[in-house]
């Protein structure tokens, strides 16, 4: 019997559970340890930030998921894991021993310093397991601010994150406090919008955001909160009110305490088989995972893993040679933009319409269904 350890209940973790659940191993056990029983599909995120569904509508049911594939839940995260000694240690103090383990935790993101009081209220956007919280206590503020008052809300991050972020959080907080003057702007390192994009999605998402009233600002890194709003590290300073935080992604803290091998952002790095280099038996998939040439964090690249990882997991588990994950060359990107519209980016090509962001939410809703009913309802 080999005991197989998944930690993390992220996208690709799902499709191990899935892929168990339809082949049952009767020489493998599973044991799965999250922080919650709920996951939440990035995917859905910006439409459920702009009120158009309920947190549940986001979210698979990790526990329901482990009893089909026969795995043993645990809710309780990873602290520490002893790679040599092949056991983790969890918040709750228990150890877990593995045979074989995959990391699928996701990312974090490295906060701005702070300096002085009477600072804006800061929204990371990740870590996404406990984003629900953050956005409610900012939703609660909200409620309380005086009539007519005037709100500057900054988003930092010019990537898709932080565009369909700030038009979602906009889109929702005009219509929870109509009566207050909201005004948006966008703060991007890079010269451009979009970076990696094609001129055609760039131009359609810098007019979405000025059709929101939304004032960009390029060439300008975001580098702490000050009494009043944003520094800039260039030496500027944008007033905000509320101030977004999509940027600057880094992996888990307690990464760096491990004998895994990390890179400068702190994620681990993996051979294209997605085992952990140097690391026999241990694998790592989605934003935690480093590749080289490197992939940018998004949640279409672990979906895509997820078949090659529940294949090779089971490989490694009955001693068998490890097949190699090939990453898409482009991936479709389908960004909300909080009017109930949506901008469809492949490569080049771009465009934007209410007919796109139906069709993106019925594939979100279909990839989360696609977990959370029985296999044999489907």
């Known amino acids: 019997m080999q005991h197989l350890l998944l930690i993390g209940a992220g996208h690709a973790h799902a499709f191990v559970l899935e892929a168990f659940a339809r082949r049952p191993d009767t020489r493998v056990a599973i044991t799965v340890v999250s922080d919650s029983h709920l996951a939440a599909y990035s995917g859905s995120v910006p439409a459920w930030l702009a009120g158009e569904c309920s947190l549940r509508d986001t979210q698979i049911d990790v526990a329901a998921l482990c009893q089909r594939a026969g795995a043993r839940f645990v809710s309780s995260p990873v602290v520490a894991l002893d790679s040599a000694a092949r056991h983790v240690t969890l918040a709750s103090g228990e150890t877990l021993a593995f045979d074989v383990a995959s990391l699928n935790v996701g990312s974090t993101l490295a906060l701005p310093i702070q300096h002085g009081g009477h600072l804006p209220h800061l929204l990371a956007m990740r870590p996404l397991s406990s984003l629900h919280h953050r956005w409610q206590a900012l939703r609660d503020d909200i409620d309380r601010l005086p009539q007519e008052s005037h709100q500057r809300v900054v988003s930092v991050g010019g990537g898709a994150a932080g565009c369909e972020t700030l038009l979602s959080v906009l889109a929702q907080v005009r219509h929870q406090r109509p009566d207050i003057h909201w005004s948006g702007h966008l703060l991007s390192a890079s010269p451009t919008l979009l970076p990696g994009a094609g001129r055609l999605p760039r131009w359609l998402t810098r007019r979405a955001l000025a059709r929101a009233g939304i004032q960009l600002h390029l ?144 594939i979100d809703a279909r990839f989360i269904a696609r977990f959370n009913p029985p296999f044999e309802d489907q």
């Not at 300008?220 to 500027?236: E, N, P």
């Not at 997605?274 to 690391?279: D, E, P, R, S, Y």
Request: charged share 20%; with cysteine; hydrophobic share 45%.
């Open 219 to 362: 060439r300008q890194r975001g580098a702490s909160l000050v009494k009043g709003g944003v520094a800039t590290t260039q030496g500027g300073f944008i007033a905000a009110d509320i101030v977004l935080w999509a940027t600057g992604a880094v992996g888990h803290d307690w990464l760096s305490s491990t004998q895994l091998p990390l890179d400068a952002q702190g994620f681990i790095q993996v051979e294209k088989t997605l085992a952990i280099v140097g690391q026999p038996g241990i694998f790592a998939a989605g934003d935690c995972a480093a590749f080289d040439p490197p992939l940018p964090n998004a949640g279409v690249y672990a979906v895509r893993m997820g078949s090659c990882l529940a294949d090779n997991l089971r490989r490694a588990c009955h001693g068998e040679p490890l097949t190699d994950w090939q990453p898409p060359k482009r991936v479709l990107a389908l960004i909300g933009t909080g009017d109930g519209r949506a901008i469809a980016s492949r490569g080049a090509l771009g465009i934007r319409g209410k007919w796109v962001w139906e069709w993106k939410k019925r």
